[in-house]
Every structure is written in structure tokens, then in C-alpha cells.
């Protein structure tokens, strides 16, 4: 009997220990109730996000008589006309700002891609020279900066005042992106780049065929940040630039919304009431967010695993 029972007790035991810890709270699966709060409070984030987005386009695409109806922005559209982008885009200022916008973003990018993505590299190799002070200067200059008045100094000596390369050259690498891409090319099995070295590869020959392919992921998120950054930017062109001819669309924007001002050639369409000057702001507006918009869906699948891996990796 006690062999019996001493096996028994030995059963229980084992049981016991077989069973799973129970998890918090916050890892169990939702119920009906969570994932009713869960869509409720997305819905609220969508309204206030579309819900401004749906007003600036529908006044930039009404007819003045609408506006002056509603008392400003419209709501509901009663009828529609593209008079505003038709003279936003015949070539006047709008379309010139337009044009230096998206060359800047796309010259950009490709720079502040290549330098990131070379500094990165160098920085995930333990042996590369300089690693460490470079790394540590890097991480000082994320908590210490000169302030404005030396930036200006520093891109006037350099002669950069007036030119498209001072949208560039002062914003051009940020020191969060090169410590993801770093952390996601550490995470590169040793193995394929030790087999390259061995094959005779030198190391841009082992980041263009080997690491770069299979960091697609966070490559696409950085240069979604970059483009975004370069997009979105206008302070560096309202105190580097004195030609308004080379001012970007986010400048141009920003005088024709807070500034009151109008586009060069479109006095005369808005002062004899053949285009309303709240449908021409509110225009710009849709030209400024049209390329992120239609951008970020294609870049979307891969920010969860270009950004959780990268800082998860570091």
C-alpha cells in the first residue's frame, strides 16, 4: 500500500509539473468584449483621420458658388470641378515647386540611403576600423547639437546658401536609422558572409549580393522615412533659400495656407470668383499628401519586421 501510494503521490507530482504557467493577463486571447473595445477605438482613430482628409478634398474639388454657400469648407459636395489643379499644374509656381520636391526626395533618398547603409555596415563589423569611436560619436551627436546659428554659418561658408544641396547636405543621414540598419545587418548569419570571403568576395561585393537582398524589409522602411523627411521639409528651405523660384512645394504651401499669399498667376482666376481661394489652399494641401498617401501602402507589410527585428537584433 505504501508503494501504491508513494506512486500515486509521485503521479500527482509529475501532473503538477506538466501543467503550463499560466500567462498574464495581457497575453491571453482577447474576448468579445476587448475585441468590441479593440474596433471601437479604431473606428474613432479612422473617423479622426479621414474625417479632415474627406473635408480638404471635397472643398478643393467644389465650385466656388458651393464654398461661399457652406461658409467655407465643404462637407458635402455638390458638384465638382478640377479648375483649382488644372491651374495649380499649368506650370506656374505650384508646378515648378512640385517638380524641385520630387527631385530633392528622390536625390536625397538615394544619398542618405547609400551613406546610411555604408556606415551601417561598417559599424555591424566588430573589426572594422574606428568601430568603436566612431559608433560612440554617432550615438553623441543623437543628445548634443551646435544649434542653428553654427549650422547656417557652417552651410554659408561652404556656399551652400541658394542651392538645392543645402535641402540636402545638412538633414542627410540621421543617426536612429543607421543604428537600425546596424542592428539588422549584425543579425546576418556569419556563415553566407564567411562562404563569400572564402569565394574571394570583398565586403560591397558581400552587402550588394548578400546582406542587402535580405534586408529588403527595413531597407524599405528607412527610405520610406527618408523620402517622407525629404517630402515633408521646408525649414531648411525658408532659411537657405532666398530664390523663390527653387522654393520647394512645402514652402509654397505654407505661404499660400498661413501666409494668406497666392500662387504666382492665379490672382486674376481667384479675384474674379472663377476659382475660390479656400479651393486653392485646400488643393495644395491634396497635392502635398497624394505621394505619401499612395506610397505608404506598398511600404506598409514591412514595417512591423523591418522595425521590431532591427531593434529586437540590437
Sequence with gaps: MSVLTGDRAGERTAGRRRTPARRPPWEEPPGRVGLAARGAVLAVACLAILFPLWIVVVTSLSPPGTIRAAG???LVPDGITFEAYRELLSGGQVTRATVVSVCVTAVGTLFSMTVSVLCAYGLSRPGS?????MLMTLLATMFFGAGL???YLLVQSLGLIDTY???ILPSAVSVFNILVLRAFFMGTAPELTDSARIDGAGDL????????????PVLAVISLFYAVGYWSAWFNASIYLND???MPLQVVLNQIVLEGQRPVGMSQTVNTGQIHALSVQTAVMVLALLPVAVL????????RKGMLIGA???
Excluded at 576600423?129 to 569611436?133: A, C, N, V
Aim: proline share 10%; net charge positive; charged share 15%.
Design 72 to 74: 467655407g469648407l465643404v
Design 129 to 133: 576600423l574606428g568601430h568603436r569611436p
Design 149 to 151: 546659428i553654427p549650422t
Design 165 to 167: 544641396a543645402s535641402l
Design 205 to 216: 561585393r558581400i552587402l550588394w549580393t548578400i546582406v542587402m537582398p535580405l534586408s529588403r
Design 244 to 246: 523663390q523660384t527653387r
Design 296 to 303: 505608404s501602402p506598398f511600404v506598409q507589410k514591412h514595417f
Design 312 to 314: 529586437v537584433k540590437g
